[in-house]
């Protein structure tokens, strides 16, 4: 696990997204018809998370299962619930997820960000890391961090995510 980190000097210095239409309910995504065909795809940050459709996007990409109760709890609690829907037919489905938690002022850490294995590579991962980081840039937040699994550092370096900034470690208490 590494310690990542992207500080803004300045509150103009957010990042550029692929949303064209902003609903505030639903933030549909402009896609690549060749990549995508013809799904239509929308970001949201107040779409209510039924759990167990959580979980079961976490089983996809392999991840261990975590009691339901915590993690309704840790959705309660957390300051920021984003989340990728395909729209098909009259229902909407949950293919990305990521949530941040915060002290509201001066720091954000993103956790649990998952991209349904469909419907990676595409493009989608980047585009919804942006969409966070605008979301917690415009609640004035200045220092966005993460905890990366080794495989995917490269992922968060493209989105300007540095390692270990000036030295800085990231440490860890575990119960033995
Ligand atoms: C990691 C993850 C969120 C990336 O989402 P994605 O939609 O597949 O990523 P994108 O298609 O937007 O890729 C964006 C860029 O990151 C790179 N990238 C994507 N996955 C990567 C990985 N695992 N390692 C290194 N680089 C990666 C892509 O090559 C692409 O680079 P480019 O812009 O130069 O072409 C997704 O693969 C996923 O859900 N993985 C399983 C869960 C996981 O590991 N989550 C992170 C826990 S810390």
């Given at each position: 696990?590494?310690?990542?980190?992207?500080?803004?000097?300045?509150?103009?210095?957010?990042?550029?997204?692929?949303?064209?239409?902003?609903?505030?309910?639903?933030?549909?995504?402009?896609?690549?018809?060749?990549?995508?065909?013809?799904?239509?795809?929308?970001?949201?940050?107040?779409?209510?998370?039924?759990?167990?459709?959580?979980e079961?996007?976490c089983d996809s990409v392999g991840w261990a299962r975590r009691p339901l109760?915590k993690v309704?709890?840790?959705?309660?609690?957390?300051?920021?619930?984003?989340?990728?829907?395909?729209?098909?037919?009259?229902?909407?489905?949950?293919?990305?997820?990521?949530?941040?938690?915060?002290?509201?002022?001066?720091?954000?850490?993103?956790?649990d960000?998952v991209?349904?294995?469909?419907?990676?590579?595409?493009?989608?991962?980047?585009?919804?890391?942006?969409?966070?980081?605008?979301?917690?840039?415009?609640?004035?937040?200045?220092?966005?961090?993460?905890?990366?699994d080794?495989?995917?550092?490269?992922?968060?370096?493209?989105?300007?995510?540095?390692?270990?900034?000036?030295?800085?470690?990231?440490?860890?208490?575990?119960?033995?």
């Amino acid at each position: 696990m590494v310690w990542l980190q992207k500080l803004f000097t300045t509150k103009t210095e957010t990042d550029n997204n692929t949303l064209s239409e902003h609903s505030g309910e639903r933030d549909w995504v402009t896609v690549d018809p060749k990549m995508f065909g013809n799904c239509k795809i929308f970001f949201s940050t107040n779409q209510s998370i039924d759990v167990y459709e959580l979980e079961e996007l976490c089983d996809s990409v392999g991840w261990a299962r975590r009691p339901l109760r915590k993690v309704r709890k840790a959705l309660q609690h957390s300051y920021l619930v984003a989340s990728i829907w395909e729209f098909r037919g009259a229902r909407s489905y949950l293919i990305g997820f990521a949530r941040a938690t915060s002290d509201h002022a001066f720091n954000a850490t993103i956790w649990d960000v998952v991209i349904h294995p469909r419907f990676q590579s595409k493009g989608l991962g980047k585009a919804f890391m942006r969409y966070m980081i605008n979301k917690l840039r415009s609640n004035d937040i200045s220092n966005v961090t993460l905890f990366a699994d080794p495989q995917v550092v490269d992922f968060y370096r493209c989105l300007g995510f540095i390692p270990d900034p000036e030295g800085i470690k990231g440490m860890f208490w575990y119960p033995e």
